[in-house]
């Protein structure tokens, strides 16, 4: 009888590890952030170091602070249309405002004629500009950076 | 956690990530980790209900089997709904939800079998057993789980019908105050019960969800206006009245009607609620010191206006010592001296005796639990929640639109604070206020509202996580010059 109350007790318990180690896989698969200590990920981590190519869009002020979006060759279309790929509920972006689109492998920020604007690091995007990793686009209220 | 014996299905870490670096490929769903997990819930509730049988000596009758097979097969549905129409929500959601759901099932069939031929408060013997109400109540529950989201497709259409969602709560909220008492009896002080035939709701639980969807469409519509219209006030922006106004208004009828129906949790919960919201969509820590404020002369005016209020708090300051008055300490008292019987490891599954605690299948289901499971039992259901919670705000956290955010990190709190208030008042932390525990209290309105909780959660976690859709291709038009020329008659 001893032995079942605590076997169920461990199974339970059993039960709330796993539940974390879900959690947990699916942290590291949603946010895109390597992490060194585990197994896993060393192998995919060697194949990236060479390139320093852009791996996730991230917001870094704005409402939608600390969204990423993991970057996968398609274009980004940003503004405040439901079908945007990042939709912004900001009354100083327009409803589609900006596009991110992939050259070679090279990303490029271009305006879609927003009303307000798109800037890259202080200077106003009139044509296709290339965006260098960690350089922030500025649109409305929102900012957004890439990350590799 | 190396070696843990969980397997960890399609989804092993370094799978996952090798799948979203590289293009083309769809990032892994995850419904076989679910599927898996599910499993094990299913295998924790059969042992627990044969426990329960063993430790009751009762012989493995029929009836377990019944039980367990209309557990495993309700949430095998679901899963194949959420397999159909969400593939790509949450893999931890739905099977956290089905052990916290089983365990009550198994601890309300307990209760059943204690009550089992012992005379009821009235001396009259009759055994009205509730575990199989709660497996219908369960599948009605599914079945709405399932129907939302089917028909939900995007949570963002939600946020169109706010304000008559918001309506419709407040309407329902308040109907069984001001229904005659045979439609709306008062049930234990509280009039807060539609009786409809046999069935008897609490359109109050569903209010909740409803108006929860009204704050969030609300606020994410007028955030911008609450920012940058308005004056400075005490070095904090206020905001205009007309901005604000619906918002208070809602607030203020919401929290009074349940203060007047004496559903003191369900205020308590509402109020933490809104004010969770409201901080989230402002990021102004002012309004949470603005809502304690609030919320402190509100309950030292309720305190000196209503005895039932008195009572409580009295209750909470020494339930052993108010033993024996007349709405006295009794009920806390027996719940905590249910806890200390169990102590660190529990008494065991079955061998308990949850008929000494009041109001076991409802308010006090974590006392029995306490009882029987002990110290690391309770945690472990409590971690449960937790995990819940976490879930829905990663959820919240990830999703791409500031509707889905508020609403999702609203919904997950609510959840987490409906624990809160509920395991707080049966440890004494906190007065007593009759509310459910979440999926594991016996109560069908409970329980439908928050599969209907859920399935929202499981919504908004799968808008995050899906694989982005091309944009849709533009219709391509013809340029004007290539069109061809129409004449059009001119209406006689």
């Known amino acids: 009888m001893q032995l079942t109350r605590a076997g ?13 180690r879900v959690v947990r896989s699916d942290l590291y698969a949603a946010s895109g952030l390597r992490a060194s200590g585990l197994p ?30 993991s970057l996968d060759g398609r274009p980004i279309l940003i503004g405040r249309a439901d079908d945007s790929t990042l939709v912004l509920d900001d009354d100083f972006a327009s409803t589609r405002h900006a596009r991110l689109s992939m050259r070679g492998t090279d ?25 260098p990793l960690g350089t922030p686009i500025r649109i409305g209220k929102t900012v957004i950076e890439l990350r590799s | 956690m190396k070696g843990s014996p969980v397997p960890t299905g399609e989804g092993s870490p370094g799978a996952s990530v090798a799948t979203s670096t590289s293009p083309g490929l769809r990032p892994p769903t995850r419904r076989g980790t679910e599927l898996v997990m599910l499993a094990f819930a299913a295998g924790i509730v059969t042992l627990a209900l044969i426990l329960v049988e063993l430790n009751q000596e009762r012989s493995l009758s029929l009836r377990i089997l019944w039980l367990g097979l209309a557990y495993l097969g309700l949430f095998a549905c679901a899963h194949l709904a959420v397999r159909r129409w969400a593939p790509y929500a949450d893999p931890a959601i739905l099977p956290c939800v089905a052990l916290l759901n089983g365990l009550g099932l198994v601890v309300i069939h307990r209760i059943d079998l204690a009550l089992e031929g012992a005379p009821s408060a009235d001396g009259t013997t009759v055994w009205d057993p509730v575990a199989f109400k709660q497996v219908i109540w369960t599948a009605i529950g599914l079945v709405l789980f399932a129907a939302t989201l089917k028909f939900l ?7 169109r019908f706010g304000y008559t969602f918001g309506l419709i709560g407040l309407v329902a909220l308040m109907l069984p105050g001001v229904l005659p008492g045979f439609i709306a009896p008062e049930i ?66 919401a929290v009074a009607v349940m203060v007047l129906q004496k559903d003191l949790g369900s205020s308590l919960l509402f109020f933490g609620i809104v ?28 305190w000196k206006l ?57 308010d006090f289901i974590a006392a029995v639990i306490g009882e029987e499971l002990g110290f690391v039992g309770l945690a472990a259901v409590l971690l449960i929640y937790m995990v819940l919670a976490l879930r829905g705000l990663r959820g919240a956290i990830s999703v791409r639109d500031s509707f889905g955010k508020l609403l999702g990190g609203g919904l997950a709190f609510a959840l987490c604070f409906q624990v809160f208030i509920i395991v707080g008042g049966v440890t004494n932390l906190i007065p007593m206020t009759g509310i459910t525990a979440p999926f594991l209290s016996y109560g069908g309105s409970s329980l439908l509202a928050n599969y209907i909780l859920i399935a929202l ?20 038009q013809p340029a004007i010059a290539d069109q061809h020329t129409v004449m059009v008659e001119r209406p006689k």
């Not at chain 2, 497709?153 to 946020?159: G, I």
């Open chain 1, 40 to 69: 896993g990920f060393r192998r995919s981590e060697k194949s990236a170091r060479g390139s320093k190519a852009p791996r996730q869009l991230v917001v870094t002020h704005g409402a939608l602070t600390g969204t990423r979006i």
């Open chain 1, 8 to 20: 169920f007790l461990v199974l339970l318990w059993l039960f709330v590890l796993a539940a974390l």
């Open chain 1, 107 to 131: 990303w490029y920020v271009e305006d879609l004629g927003s009303t307000n604007g798109t800037y890259l690091d202080r200077a106003k995007v009139t044509a296709p500009l290339r965006v």
């Open chain 2, 457 to 476: 959660l499981l919504r908004i976690s799968a808008a995050a996580r899906a694989p982005q859709k091309a944009p849709k291709p533009k219709p391509q």
């Open chain 2, 153 to 159: 497709s995007d949570h963002r259409t939600l946020a």
């Open chain 2, 188 to 253: 234990n002080g509280a009039k807060i019960w539609l009786r409809i035939g046999p069935l008897s709701i609490q359109p109050g639980e569903f209010a909740k969800v409803l108006l929860m969807v009204f704050f969030a469409a609300f606020l994410v519509s007028k955030r911008d206006l609450f920012t940058i219209a308005g004056r400075r006030f005490l070095g904090m922006d206020l905001p205009r009245a007309r901005d604000l106004g619906p918002l208070f208004a809602a607030w203020g009828v």
């Open chain 2, 306 to 362: 209503f005895t039932h209020v008195q009572q409580r708090v009295a209750n909470w300051q020494d339930p052993i010592g108010r033993y024996d008055v007349f709405g006295g300490g009794y009920q806390i008292s027996q719940s905590l001296f249910g806890l200390a019987t169990g102590g660190i490891g529990g008494a065991g599954l079955g061998a308990g005796r949850p008929e000494m605690i009041p109001e076991r299948n409802t």
């Open chain 2, 275 to 302: 004010l969770v919201l409201l901080y989230v969509a402002t990021e102004r820590a002012a309004w949470v010191v603005l809502g304690i404020g609030l919320f402190s002369g509100g309950a030292i005016i309720a």
